[in-house]
């Protein structure tokens, strides 16, 4: 049996952060610091930041391209998506609380992914960020694998990171977060190191934004199975990230993020290897 990345595989590994619970642990093994910027920089300074409460709306736009690397012929195939999401934040004292919705859900896909899996909309998560924690309510996740929350529950891992009360050129920290989900219908679990450095500020359309940039260590794994044939995946790559933050207002206006994935996939004794190439887009609207 050769296993083919179809329409749920390419989802796997297109929303391989995605999770149903996470933790995030601080100070995690060194991983290489991002490299500083050379933009036509504002003055430096030193800035305070906070999440504002309110209602943000993001655009988000996906591309992810697979490639299989096991057989004697090359074959490419490419997923795109286009996603229209709402969050809302409440902060009360040092805890923000969330609520996201996604009622858009485009998916267009080329080559031989298969067809695209229906999609019933609007779909909710809501939990809160806690120190260093992103928590997701129970109530709006279930056992069942529904991607377009999965993609929901990763954006917000992205959009709501964890960032310090005060930030200046140069500074670096580090954090790292355990996902667990599914893939396809396969239970993975997915380890991510994280590295920061804030860059400075940058001429933004309308005003100066604060420039941040981030690498990524992924790993990943997980057994299950599919049409009565068990299945195991790994996953290893890289990515990185780059966040325009509005100090003043409190939020991320703009997020630009890559990933550069290997994996593999056994299934019936028969092992396939793939290499992804995942484009995130992510453009404050209102």
């Not at 590994?13 to 999770?19: K, M």
């Not at 299989?68 to 969050?87: A, F, I, L, M, Y």
């Not at 420039?211 to 996953?235: C, K, M, N, W």
Request: glycine content about 6%; proline content about 6%.
């Amino acid at each position: 049996m050769t296993t083919r990345p179809n329409g749920n595989w390419c989802l796997v590994f297109f929303l391989l952060s995605a999770c149903a619970g996470s933790r995030v642990r601080q100070n995690p093994p060194s991983v290489p610091a991002p490299s500083m910027p050379n933009p036509s920089m504002v003055p430096t300074n030193v800035w305070t930041f906070s999440y504002a409460p309110g209602t943000l709306t993001y655009q988000v736009k996906r591309s992810a391209a697979i490639e299989s690397q096991s057989d004697s012929g090359s074959r490419r195939e490419v997923s795109t998506n286009t996603t229209h999401e709402v969050v809302l934040l409440e902060a009360v004292m040092d805890t923000v609380y969330f609520t996201a919705v996604v009622d858009t859900f485009s998916t267009a896909t080329q080559g031989v992914i298969g067809p695209v899996q229906p999609v019933q909309l609007p779909i909710r998560v809501s939990g809160s960020l806690i120190s260093d924690s992103l928590v997701f309510a129970s109530d709006t996740l279930s056992n069942s694998c529904i991607p377009v929350r999965s993609a929901l529950v990763a954006d917000l891992h992205n959009l709501l990171p964890n960032l310090p009360k005060t930030l200046s050129t140069g500074l670096s920290w580090r954090d790292s977060t355990e996902l667990k989900g599914c893939q396809g219908m396969i239970p993975t679990t997915a380890q991510i190191i994280r590295s920061y450095v804030v860059s400075g500020a940058v001429e933004y359309p309308g005003f100066s934004a604060l420039l941040v940039q981030r690498v990524d260590t992924i790993r990943a794994r997980g057994d299950g199975a599919q049409q009565q044939h068990r299945i195991s995946l790994e996953a290893t790559g890289t990515g990185n990230a780059t966040y325009y933050l509005d100090a003043v207002h409190g939020r991320v206006v703009h997020l630009v993020a890559n990933a550069d994935l290997n994996f593999s996939i056994t299934a019936s004794g028969h092992t396939s290897h793939f290499r992804q190439n995942l484009k995130q887009d992510f453009s404050f609207v209102r």
